[in-house]
């Protein structure tokens, strides 16, 4: 599996140059295409995969794995305190200015829907090593299914 080497795309959209705006709505396509693998994302509305995605692109807190020319994972996650974690716990979603409110690291999305899981998982290992994580799985009426702790 190859990596992305161009995992942050953002910026001012208004200053991109005409290939930074091709590879913006590639990388756009990507995510849309690998979140209709996900139980979850795939009930969404389009409209609302901006705040899925779209925030965390902007900080770099989301990575997308490649195999060839094919995307075949994506992760987000978001750094809460105790206060946004229970907001997003309650509420379903990390709140816009919550993503990089606190030092508690928490996978928002991992989707690896061809196997790829356990690559993607010693790739995070690796690229937060020392951290402690936390990951949620949600019930189909966006109630906490279960909260995942784990040492990176």
Known sequence: MEEATDR????????QTEAGAAQHYRVLGELVEIAMHSPVLSRMELR???????????????????R?????????WAWLNDETAAAMLRDGGVAPHAWQSGDQLWFIDVI????????????LR?????SKGHSVRWNDDGTVKKIGLFHM
């Open 8 to 15: 942050r795309i953002g910026g001012d959209t208004a200053a």
């Open 48 to 66: 609302h995969m901006g705040e899925v995605f779209l925030r965390p692109l902007a900080l770099d807190q989301l990575r997308r794995w490649h």
């Open 68 to 76: 060839g020319d094919r995307i075949v994972g994506v992760a987000t």
């Open 112 to 123: 690896a829907p061809y196997g790829d899981m356990r690559a993607i998982s010693r790739d």
């Open 126 to 130: 690796n690229h937060f090593r020392g």
